[in-house]
């Protein structure tokens, strides 16, 4: 038994060491890929006879955080999310789906457009909060991200009137596991896939997002 030990202790250095010389050993990850799909559910929501403009500010739109994750052989990681792009891309397909028009502004403020559009109203989206978490349980082999994502959402008139403004909020989270010990020296050099937690958060919020925004056509005809 203890010659095992020193056998699989003794792999692991040649593996560290190998995976270091070949350039594979490294503190900074390439871009965590982020490939939402929308939630299907957003399609049963009645659409709204509305022409809205719809805003996205720069700072959700651009958005991209690190995140570090510590193991005790491979020490430090960072792990790069580009949030704001797909998000930002869910937004917009969402409200083509709530409204029967839509036209993506990017200037709210932009008056000769918003007149030549005859908008009923416009829509603006602006990050609040995103959250992420990442830890590895070795002794079960799994690695495990969440992600716990905010939005402001605001409602104007088209002369810049605030009519409601409102919070949305989701959480997703994802599981990535591995089934031998082999596997997972290799999986947790290379990066274990934490992308899916951050899919199931903008698939979430972006379902929570559209049922907030059905009273948009009741709002609009109040003002």
């Known amino acids: 038994m203890g010659k095992l030990k020193f056998i699989k202790k003794k792999y692991r250095v040649v593996l560290l060491i190998f995976l270091i010389l070949s350039g594979c050993?490294?503190?900074?990850?390439?871009?965590?890929?982020i490939a939402p799909s929308c939630n299907k559910r957003i399609y049963e929501i009645s659409k709204q006879p509305l022409t809205m403009g719809i805003y996205i500010d720069p700072v959700l739109r651009n958005h991209e955080q690190k995140e570090k994750l510590w193991h005790q052989i491979i020490g430090i990681q960072y792990f790069v999310f580009p949030v704001g792009m797909p998000l930002a891309?869910?937004?917009?397909?969402?409200?083509?789906?709530?409204?029967?028009?839509?036209?993506?502004?990017?200037?709210?403020?932009?008056?000769?457009?918003?007149?030549?559009?005859?908008?009923?109203?416009?829509?603006?989206?602006?990050?609040k909060n995103s959250d992420i978490h990442l830890r590895i349980e070795e002794?079960?082999?799994?690695?495990?991200?969440?992600?716990?994502?905010?939005?402001?959402?605001?409602?104007?008139?088209?002369?810049?009137?605030?009519?409601w403004e409102d919070e949305v909020f989701a959480e997703g989270k994802g599981l990535d596991v591995v089934t031998s010990q082999v596997e997972w020296e290799w999986w947790i050099t290379s990066g274990p896939k934490f992308g899916p937690a951050v899919d199931m958060a903008i698939e979430n919020i972006t379902y929570?997002?559209?049922?907030?925004?059905?009273?948009?056509?009741?709002?609009?005809?109040?003002?």
Request: aromatic letters at 8%; hydrophobic letters at 40%.
């Open 139 to 163: 002794a079960v082999l799994h690695a495990i991200g969440e992600h716990y994502l905010s939005l402001y959402v605001m409602l104007y008139d088209t002369k810049q009137n605030k009519l």
């Open 208 to 223: 929570n997002l559209a049922q907030k925004l059905t009273v948009v056509k009741e709002i609009l005809g109040q003002k």
């Open 89 to 127: 891309k869910k937004i917009e397909e969402t409200c083509q789906s709530l409204f029967n028009n839509v036209v993506f502004l990017n200037n709210p403020e932009d008056k000769a457009l918003l007149e030549g559009k005859s908008l009923d109203g416009i829509l603006e989206f602006r990050l």
């Open 25 to 33: 050993f490294s503190t900074q990850k390439p871009p965590v890929t």
